[in-house]
Nanobody, 122 residues
Framework: QVQLAESGGGSVQAGGSLRLSCSASGYTDSNIYMGWFRQAPGKERERVAIMSSDGTRTYANSVKGRFTISKDNAKNTLYLQMSNLKPEDTAMYHC????????????????WGQGTQVTVSS
């Protein structure tokens, strides 16, 4: 059973930075795909960043140039470096994983973390 645990959220002022971490355990398939999603109150869940097995990174247009997804395979940890944060980035951020890339892409991943709250004030 894959388990995901996010950390690193918090409250920052606009223009600030945060780094989210997602520690993964319970899987042996090195081809499992991972990504970050977020959901603000009253809004649909949004795909933020996805990393494919060949290292290709895909970002939502709203975060391009400000967020960077990375992964430390030795630590089984996924990261999301967020810079120049805006109030509209305020949301619960979730880490997700799935052995099928397309399933992760559409937000139907098999495994989800509990989430970490990011709040950006103006």
């Amino acid at each position: 059973q894959v388990q995901l645990a996010e950390s690193g959220g918090g409250s920052v002022q606009a223009g600030g930075s945060l780094r989210l971490s997602c520690s993964a355990s319970g899987y042996t398939d090195s081809n499992i795909y991972m990504g970050w999603f977020r959901q603000a109150p009253g809004k649909e869940r949004e795909r933020v960043a996805i990393m494919s097995s060949d290292g290709t990174r895909t970002y939502a247009n709203s975060v391009k140039g400000r967020f960077t997804i990375s992964k430390d395979n030795a630590k089984n940890t996924l990261y999301l470096q967020m810079s120049n944060l805006k109030p509209e980035d305020t949301a619960m951020y979730h880490c997700a994983a799935d052995p099928i890339y397309s399933t992760l892409w559409v937000g139907s991943a098999s495994y989800w973390g509990q989430g970490t709250q990011v709040t950006v004030s103006s």
